[in-house]
């Protein structure tokens, strides 16, 4: 039976619907394998760098132990027989590698730790390895890990992490001379020391600049016993994470009142979680100086081993990070240098690391010249050239190469210290603490006041630099890199400060070495910490300058924690009110005091935010002193026969 003509519409109408429905409709059924929208990136990119001037290799030398270390090589176009530099970083090899997009090496490693001038001008293959457990690279990271032995277990350290890459390279970089030196600032300066422990063979120069040395006595994490907890986000970001993803926080725009609401250091650890961090629960558990630090001390561990390899080491006078360092390790191995050809010392009027910068000023002083330019052109390029190159002259660089601060000259000399080339001797010479706040070359006279006195607040410590303090990192500005060279007139005029001030130099005064406090005074608490600040007083006005009148420069500053005084390995409470000895030796200095300048000095008991404050109250560890522990002190500065307090200068005399 055929439909009716009105039905066969219908139907024909319906139809026409469900059809336009399903084409409209998305599909009900599982998509074929294959037919998702493909990625637009491939699995493997394939770089075109025919038009680059280096070659660019990253590869994973396999240490001794089996782990891998992630190790970026670039060697220049054309390269035959070139010598290699190393650097071994816990600071991301890669990125210092690629610091701009560039066709050209030299553009690619301006930065950290890379001499650039020295690299591409001197034709140099460069080789920069991330250290074992840190970016690109296996295995566990510790904080300067130790040698093998008492505080290391395990058969590698930095010396056989060293070892076995250098052995990698010259076997694996035709392009290489089979010639290495390893150079490199701070914690990337430390490392080129532990080079020099069982070297290979093809080590031929080592070149530590800034190195980390000492940690308690006056690098990175103390300073005879004070703690710099400024370092703290140091510590929390280097450890917490394998790339330095985890970032330090805070609530505050100025450092100082951070730390102060916090109470102690050890409660600001516990506040941002870093009792999970290896290095920090180290740090708490060795605040004195016990075997745990002697036995990792560089200078210590570099006295008890043959010298193999020349070195030359880098120094800034105002090195606000690692200012102990370098010229410790000097004084450990010069005596085995009998032929005074293999120990070098270079030192400059920078910051930490300015060597590889312009260095034609450090905050408002001015050197007329870029310090750091002829470092590395007219010392660090030919020294590297001597010992890497086949054929290369003598470098003719001196024993000791140090720029003279005050008069702007750099120095050739023969030893440190020294002073001068010939026809002069460093003899100590003491400056006194007198009467009437007066800095002096006499000894205080019987009948005058016998002490200036000041009370220290831990309520209000004494800040370590005008505020705001900003943290301790090379941002916009770099201000934490220059505090060393602040204007110290603000901690002059405080009252909790003493100052001591001497008439204006007739003559120049030249120190080199390091000064020495020997500072006699008494609190009435059971701990104090004391800060010592030797500082050049600029005339009134200064022609030319006019912004530098009056200008109070740090020469040498350190700080000096009260329970240290019997031992360093052990402390104990202060005698309240009675009279004890702090000797200790200020950073090293080479420096001329115009005439019409003055000296001064200036005692204090808290560096704040930078060490963490002292309570003034006796406690078993202060990382853990509660807020009831801190404590106003009355502190007494001694000037009087017999309990004289005084500096000792290193003066540069002639014969």
């Given at each position: 039976m055929r439909p009716h003509p009105a039905s066969s519409f219908r139907l024909i109408l319906l139809c026409a619907v469900v059809l336009a429905c399903a084409r409209l409709a998305p599909a009900q059924t599982a998509a074929a394998p294959g037919s998702a929208l493909p990625s637009e990136t491939p699995a493997h990119f394939e770089q075109k760098t025919d038009s680059f001037d280096y070659q660019r290799r990253d590869v994973m030398i396999p240490m001794r132990d089996g782990i891998k270390l992630h190790t970026v090589i670039l060697v220049p176009r054309g390269a035959k027989n070139a010598?290699?530099?190393?650097?071994?970083?816990?600071?991301?090899?890669?990125?210092?590698?690629?610091?701009?997009?560039?066709?050209?090496?030299?553009?690619?490693?301006?930065?950290?730790?890379?001499?650039?001038?020295?690299?591409?001008?001197?034709?140099?293959?460069?080789?920069?390895?991330?250290?074992?457990?840190?970016?690109?690279?296996?295995?566990?990271?510790?904080?300067?890990r130790p040698l093998h032995g008492p505080l290391n277990p395990t058969p590698v350290d930095h010396a056989t992490d060293t070892y076995d890459p250098i052995d990698w390279l010259v076997k694996n970089v035709p392009e290489s001379n089979g010639r290495v030196g390893i150079l490199g600032i701070s914690y990337d300066g430390f490392l080129p020391l532990m080079a020099l422990i069982n070297p290979h063979p093809a080590l031929k120069v080592s070149v530590p600049m800034n190195p980390m040395v000492d940690g308690w006595m006056g690098d990175d994490w103390f300073h005879n016993g004070a703690f710099r907890q400024q370092n703290l986000p140091y510590i929390y970001e280097q450890e917490a994470s394998r790339k330095n993803e985890i970032r330090w926080w805070s609530g505050y725009f100025d450092d100082y009142d951070l730390y102060m609401q916090a109470g102690s250091a050890g409660e600001l650890g516990r506040?941002?979680?870093?009792?999970?961090?290896?290095?920090?629960?180290?740090?708490?558990?060795?605040?004195?100086?016990?075997?745990?630090?002697?036995?990792?001390?560089?200078?210590?561990?570099?006295?008890?081993?043959?010298?193999?390899?020349?070195?030359?080491?880098?120094?800034?006078?105002?090195?606000?990070?690692?200012?102990?360092?370098?010229?410790?390790?000097?004084?450990?191995?010069?005596?085995?240098?009998?032929?005074?050809?293999?120990?070098?010392?270079?030192?400059?009027?920078?910051?930490?690391?300015?060597?590889?910068?312009?260095?034609?000023?450090?905050?408002?002083?001015?050197?007329?010249s870029d310090t750091g330019l002829y470092f590395r052109r007219e010392i660090l390029r030919p020294f590297l050239d001597q010992y890497l190159k086949e054929?290369?002259?003598?470098?003719?660089?001196?024993?000791?190469?140090?720029?003279?601060?005050?008069?702007?000259?750099?120095?050739?000399?023969?030893?440190?210290?020294?002073?001068?080339?010939?026809?002069?001797?460093?003899?100590?010479?003491?400056?006194?603490?007198?009467?009437?706040?007066?800095?002096?070359?006499?000894?205080?006279?019987?009948?005058?006041?016998?002490?200036?006195?000041?009370?220290?607040?831990?309520?209000?410590?004494?800040?370590?630099?005008?505020?705001?303090?900003?943290?301790?990192?090379?941002g916009e500005g770099h201000l934490w890199a220059r505090w060393l060279v602040d204007d110290q007139r603000e901690a002059s005029g405080r009252t909790d400060v003493a100052t001591f001030v001497s008439d204006a130099l007739p003559a120049p005064v030249k120190i080199s070495g390091q000064p020495v406090a020997n500072l006699v005074a008494s609190t009435s608490g059971t701990d104090s910490d004391w800060v010592v600040k030797l500082i050049d007083v600029y005339p009134d006005e200064v022609a030319g300058?006019?912004?530098?009148?009056?200008?109070?420069?740090?020469?040498?500053?350190?700080?000096?924690?009260?329970?240290?005084?019997?031992?360093?390995?052990?402390?104990?409470?202060?005698?309240?009110?009675?009279?004890?000895?702090?000797?200790?030796?200020?950073?090293?200095?080479?420096?001329?005091?115009?005439?019409?300048?003055?000296?001064?000095?200036?005692?204090?008991?808290?560096?704040?935010?930078?060490?963490?404050?002292?309570?003034?109250?006796?406690?078993?560890?202060?990382?853990?002193?509660?807020?009831?522990?801190?404590?106003?002190?009355?502190?007494?500065?001694?000037?009087?026969?017999?309990?004289?307090?005084?500096?000792?200068?290193?003066?540069?005399?002639?014969?």
């Open positions: 010598p290699i530099l190393l650097t071994r970083t816990p600071y991301d090899a890669t990125a210092l590698t690629t610091h701009a997009h560039s066709s050209h090496l030299g553009p690619s490693l301006w930065g950290y730790d890379n001499a650039t001038e020295v690299v591409v001008e001197g034709g140099y293959i460069r080789v920069v390895q991330d250290v074992r457990g840190k970016y690109g690279s296996e295995g566990d990271y510790v904080m300067n506040q941002h979680g870093l009792e999970q961090v290896g290095f920090w629960r180290k740090l708490l558990e060795h605040p004195s100086y016990d075997a745990w630090w002697r036995e990792q001390a560089m200078d210590k561990l570099l006295a008890g081993q043959p010298l193999k390899v020349p070195v030359m080491l880098v120094h800034s006078l105002w090195d606000q990070e690692d200012i102990y360092g370098a010229p410790a390790v000097y004084r450990a191995i010069k005596p085995k240098d009998t032929g005074n050809d293999k120990v070098f010392l270079v030192m400059g009027p920078w910051h930490h690391g300015q060597e590889i910068l312009n260095g034609s000023s450090l905050g408002a002083l001015q050197f007329n054929g290369a002259p003598s470098s003719g660089v001196a024993p000791v190469t140090a720029f003279e601060t005050g008069s702007n000259t750099w120095r050739r000399l023969p030893a440190w210290p020294a002073g001068c080339a010939s026809g002069c001797a460093v003899r100590p010479k003491p400056l006194y603490l007198s009467a009437g706040h007066k800095l002096d070359y006499a000894a205080p006279k019987a009948g005058e006041a016998e002490f200036a006195e000041y009370v220290s607040d831990p309520a209000k410590p004494v800040p370590f630099r005008s505020r705001p303090n900003h943290p301790t990192d090379y300058q006019p912004e530098m009148g009056g200008y109070q420069l740090m020469v040498a500053a350190d700080i000096f924690r009260g329970r240290y005084c019997e031992s360093l390995e052990t402390s104990h409470p202060i005698a309240p009110n009675q009279p004890l000895l702090y000797k200790f030796a200020l950073p090293t200095a080479n420096h001329v005091f115009l005439p019409g300048h003055r000296m001064m000095v200036q005692v204090q008991s808290a560096w704040f935010p930078l060490y963490d404050r002292n309570p003034q109250k006796f406690v078993p560890n202060i990382f853990w002193a509660k807020p009831g522990d801190y404590q106003k002190a009355v502190q007494r500065v001694y000037h009087a026969p017999g309990h004289a307090s005084f500096i000792e200068l290193p003066v540069v005399e002639a014969e």
